[in-house]
């Protein structure tokens, strides 16, 4: 399980070591993209984007279907982990965010209190 | 121990909680300590709302905040994320009622607009707050994610790039 995830790692590792294949992963995050669309984004032929994009698909980061003549690229499966982490993220910024908000009715509330007796005084 | 801290012991637990309940749900919760009417005031006005919604670790800020906080109302809030690039977040108030309940629409995307409703639940002078946001369909909510943690990665890639580059040239 641990050579696996290891074997996993090292392919997420190899296919991310490009800085074409992230550009291609950060415009994939946005749309689904062609191979050509890609290849004319990226200034890289047919060939070399397919290249790039058959190393995202090995580790699982990229998935493409293929309709008529036309293969379209999405992000792969890898998103699933990548949301559980997202939702960890989002929750500790709401987390402090709460935080501050708590602080912010804490100083209200004493300053209602105080009111509240020199209206009553 | 007095009683706050003791209830803030037990409670440092994920006292914030976060979920995907459905598709195209997002529900996060949390307690507050203090009555749901200044809760509801630190949600509605804009001078306390900009005190707390950007947290300190965030690096951004927050330019302005305008809010018509009424049903129909519009609000508008425009942050600065980095020396060149502004971001603006808009929508329209569909629900205001005050202590208990506030729901809006968030119409910056591409896509329909996610609507957010936020409920003030007050329990023996603390407020449960349950923030949930409504995305238009599946995919608009799994690209959400999609995108921003794609771009995380590839961020912090791309400093290790630069990390790499420095260290190679100071050899």
Same mark, same amino acid.
């Given at each position: ?74 992000l ?46 | ?33 203090g ?26 800020? +927050?330019? *302005?905040?305008?809010?018509d906080?009424?049903?129909? $109302? ?5 942050? /600065?994320? @980095? ?8 929508g329209?108030?569909?629900e ?36 949930h ?7 608009? +909510?799994? *690209?959400a ?6 771009? $995380? ?5 791309? /400093?290790l @790039? ?10």
């Amino acid at each position: 399980m641990v050579q696996y995830s290891d074997a996993r790692l090292d392919a997420s590792f190899a296919a991310l070591s490009d800085a074409t294949r992230r550009g291609v992963l950060e415009r994939l995050g946005r749309a689904d993209a062609s191979i050509t669309d890609l290849a004319e984004a990226f200034h890289l032929t047919l060939t070399g984007m397919r290249k790039h994009v058959g190393v995202l698909e090995q580790a699982d980061l990229v998935t493409t279907r293929k309709v008529g003549r036309v293969r379209t690229c999405t992000l792969g499966p890898r998103r699933l982990e990548d949301e559980t982490a997202w939702i960890e993220r989002q929750r500790r910024l709401w987390d402090e965010r709460f935080d501050e908000l708590e602080r912010i009715v804490g100083e209200r509330r004493r300053k209602e209190q105080i009111d509240g007796r020199t209206k009553r005084a | 121990m007095d009683a706050r801290s003791a209830r803030e012991a037990t409670s440092t637990q994920e006292r914030t909680t976060m979920d995907r309940t459905s598709e195209r749900e997002l529900v996060v919760t949390r307690t507050i300590d203090g009555p749901a009417h200044i809760v509801f005031e630190a949600w509605t006005d804009p001078e306390l709302l900009r005190r707390w919604w950007v947290p300190k670790s965030v690096p951004i800020t +927050l330019l *302005s905040c305008e809010m018509d906080v009424r049903v129909g $109302g519009t609000y508008r809030l425009v942050f /600065q994320v @980095d020396p060149t690039t502004t971001m603006a977040f808009f929508g329209r108030y569909l629900e205001v009622s005050p202590p208990s309940r506030l729901v809006w629409t968030n119409e910056e995307g591409e896509d329909d607009a996610v609507v957010t409703t936020v409920t003030f639940d007050e329990d023996q002078g603390r407020t449960r707050l349950v923030v949930h946001d409504l995305y238009p369909s599946k995919d608009a +909510l799994d *690209s959400a994610i999609a995108s921003e943690s794609t771009a $995380g990665w590839v961020e912090m890639l791309d /400093q290790l @790039d630069e990390l790499l580059l420095e260290l190679r040239a100071g050899s």
